[in-house]
């Protein structure tokens, strides 16, 4: 088998495996278009709740949402403005935007005003598993809450590891990372920038 077609297998294995445990209702770290992340279904609270639990976050901070593509995250925000979807498409660095209003998403995503806060990947192995699940997947850092995040994946801490139930295969080997930059679109139409 040629090396190419081997990395092509071992990515297609390793989704199929992914995608089982978020249907399952698991949480598993996988590899994003940032840093490596928490992931899992967010329509399922007790998944929610558990990485949540796992960071040692308050339950009040909903996680980010990782979805696959504009058109995907079209079906959980009112309305994407044609700057926004520039920014998306063309910005270099991974865009983390805060909707103001969201639908087909549970209370527990959302924060206290309503937002929701989603990033679109253009990641390979994030977006395929993504594309194959159907649907938008949790993404926090593998860290507890208020500690340093790891920037790759020998960073990550035991303790994690131990408290998911799949980890991906592909892309450890991947060097650094960084967090998202982060905006938030507000309903009278403003762009404000948070974090870089």
Same mark, same amino acid.
């Given at each position: 088998?040629?090396?190419?077609?081997?990395? $092509?297998?071992?990515?297609?294995?390793?989704?199929?495996?992914?995608?089982?445990?978020?249907?399952?209702?698991?949480?598993?770290?996988?590899?994003?278009?940032?840093?490596?992340? #928490?992931?899992?279904?967010?329509?399922?609270?007790?998944?929610? #709740?558990?990485?949540?639990?796992?960071?040692?976050?308050?339950?009040?901070?909903?996680?980010? #949402?990782?979805?696959?593509?504009?058109?995907?995250?079209?079906?959980?925000?009112?309305?994407?403005?044609?700057?926004?979807?520039?920014?998306?498409?063309?910005?270099?660095?991974?865009?983390?935007?805060?909707?103001?209003?969201?639908?087909?998403?549970? /209370?527990?995503?959302?924060?206290?005003?309503?937002?929701?806060?989603?990033?679109?990947?253009?990641?390979?192995?994030?977006?395929? #598993?993504? /594309?194959?699940?159907?649907?938008?997947?949790? $993404?926090?850092?593998?860290?507890?809450?208020?500690?340093?995040?790891?920037?790759?994946?020998?960073?990550?801490?035991?303790?994690?590891?131990?408290?998911?139930?799949?980890?991906?295969?592909?892309?450890?080997?991947?060097?650094?990372?960084?967090?998202?930059?982060?905006?938030?679109?507000?309903?009278?139409?403003?762009?404000?920038?948070?974090?870089?």
């Amino acid at each position: 088998m040629k090396e190419a077609d081997h990395i $092509s297998s071992f990515f297609g294995e390793d989704i199929d495996t992914a995608v089982h445990h978020l249907q399952e209702g698991n949480i598993i770290l996988c590899p994003t278009d940032t840093i490596w992340g #928490l992931s899992c279904d967010p329509l399922k609270k007790e998944s929610y #709740l558990r990485i949540q639990k796992i960071k040692k976050r308050a339950t009040d901070k909903p996680l980010i #949402l990782l979805a696959s593509s504009i058109e995907m995250l079209k079906e959980y925000v009112d309305r994407i403005p044609p700057r926004i979807e520039n920014l998306l498409v063309y910005f270099d660095h991974p865009v983390t935007i805060i909707y103001p209003e969201a639908h087909n998403l549970p /209370e527990h995503c959302l924060s206290k005003d309503g937002s929701v806060a989603i990033r679109v990947s253009k990641e390979p192995f994030s977006k395929k #598993l993504i /594309e194959r699940f159907g649907r938008p997947i949790t $993404s926090t850092s593998p860290n507890l809450s208020g500690q340093p995040y790891p920037s790759h994946f020998g960073e990550i801490s035991s303790d994690i590891f131990d408290r998911v139930d799949y980890i991906v295969r592909y892309g450890r080997n991947k060097t650094t990372g960084t967090p998202s930059q982060i905006f938030r679109f507000d309903k009278g139409g403003h762009l404000k920038y948070l974090r870089e």
